[in-house]
């Protein structure tokens, strides 16, 4: 039994997400091989080598793969597929868009955001934006599914697998990416940050928002989150989205600075370690799921945690 | 060009579910239906292009009980032309879903396929990618921007850190990501019209598909709770609960 990971990577780094994922792979019980499609990828492929409980790490180096399409990822996935009996990605952007595709094309149900292992062929998924979770089991002869990287860790380094390359399926020509536009951050990533700073409507502009979120977010040096209320009000860019159909986040910290608690936020970061709240509205949902709340006028108690922990 | 729209029966979205006490699933008995939100900003996106003249019909198509006529029908109400329902009793999952459309795929010719990136019951997000897969046609997925022009189409797609503009050669399947537009609210003479639009009924059978599930559900369960903690009275003993209970700064 081999399983397949599909690696998330910029070509030149692996991104954090692929490390849970080996994580989820170890636990179906079979060698882990972990696919990297790219273009100029070895940097990638050599970090995959050195991760603890990867066998073997494939590499198909093209130039087709460079912005790795999910029309000819998927094209080449299947068709080095053979021999696996589970093929995994991370439950990002990049693994949600790829993983359907390839088990269309295998003719097999694909089994999303799995948070738990319970045999080779039975996985636990939220379901209803995490208010209920679903034990489900499949009868395909391969399994596809992505894996929420919050629910396992990182695998560690100190594994010296093999590198090999595999051949590049032929550019179907069918997509070409013209341009990304990348927030530019000297700050955590959200999805791998220690500590998240998140604001919402409380803030009340986008202004607010940056004057007394940055000053908190630098003194902890902590990832800045937003709720979906704080993003379509235009105080962020959608990629500050915390909450189930944004980015499910799960830090040592989680501080919500004027958030007041929407299910859709909450299934987001629910699973983080501690979770302080400070709202104006002692009623406000937030307090529910938090460990620590602080009622009180965010404009004079966030400036002075700042300083507090400064 | 023709756009085809499928549309899908949720539980609503406003609707806190509750898992039932044998753990076979959530209680749906008696709780309010609407279309998945995702679905309805495919709708009112599909609309748009054709009252900008690029689209010329806009069908509806939804896989499921008789009652997703309802769920078409309120896709007909924001401005869809014609419905198709593929009427079936059973659990259909992403991938028989993904295989109904394509039938319909086959017989309709539509130039796209705008889906919802997600559907807010089972938290799937593949069928609009399967159903590219199956087509062998592209696919652009969480779309917060669409323009369509003369075979091809300029999508921009929200990715984990940003944005990406992805060009791909139409037919294509686009999903829809929360901020690809704000769905209009269907006016009551718009609610009549829909209720004279033709609809259509065919089964799985009729399309040569096969349906069954290829996933069993063995038990759901209430997620782990979170319970409230304390209330601190100020920024001091926050502090001093983080550094010296928590321990996490």
Known sequence: MAILVIAEHDNASLKAATLNTISAAAKLGGEVHVLVAGANCGGAAEQAAK???VA????????????????????LVVANAAGYTHILAP????????????????????????????????FVRPIYAGNAMATVKSSDAVKVMTVRTTAFEAAGQGGSAAVEAVAAAADLGL???????LTKSARPELGAAKIIVSGGRGLGNSENYHKLLEPLADALGAALGASRAAVDAGYVPNDYQVGQTGKIVAPQLYIAVGISGAIQHLAGMKDSKVIVAINKDPEAPIFQVADYGLVGDLFEVVPELAKAVG | MKILVPVKRVVDYNVKVRVKADGTGVDIANVKMSMNPFDEIAVEEAVR????????????????????????????????????????????????????????????????????????????????QMLAALMGWPQATFASKVALSDGVANVTREIDGGLETLEMKLPAVITTDLRLNEPR???????????????????PADLGVDVAPRLTTLKVAEPPKRSAGVRVADVAQLVDKLKNEAKVI
């Open chain 1, 175 to 181: 997509t070409s990416v013209k341009g990304r536009e």
């Open chain 2, 185 to 203: 609210y269907a006016t009551l003479p718009n609610i009549m019209k829909a209720k004279k639009k033709p609809l259509e009924t065919v089964k």
């Open chain 2, 49 to 128: 292009l054709k009252e900008a003249g690029v689209a010329t019909e806009v069908v509806a198509v939804s896989c499921g009980v008789a009652a997703c006529q309802e769920t078409i029908r309120a896709a007909m109400a924001i401005g869809a032309d014609r419905g198709i329902l593929v009427e079936s009793d059973a659990d259909l999952q992403p991938l028989a879903v993904a295989k109904l459309l394509k039938a319909l795929c086959d017989k309709e010719q539509p130039t796209v396929v705008i889906c919802g990136k997600q559907a807010i019951d089972d938290d799937s997000n593949q069928t609009g």
């Open chain 1, 56 to 75: 073997k790490v494939r590499v198909a180096d093209a130039a087709h793969y460079e912005s790795q399409t999910a029309e000819n990822v998927a094209a």
């Open chain 1, 91 to 122: 439950s990002t952007a990049n693994g949600k868009n790829v993983a359907p595709r390839v088990a269309a094309l295998l003719d097999v149900a694909q089994i999303s955001d799995i948070v738990a292992v319970e045999s080779a062929d039975t």
């Open chain 1, 51 to 53: 991760l603890a409980g």
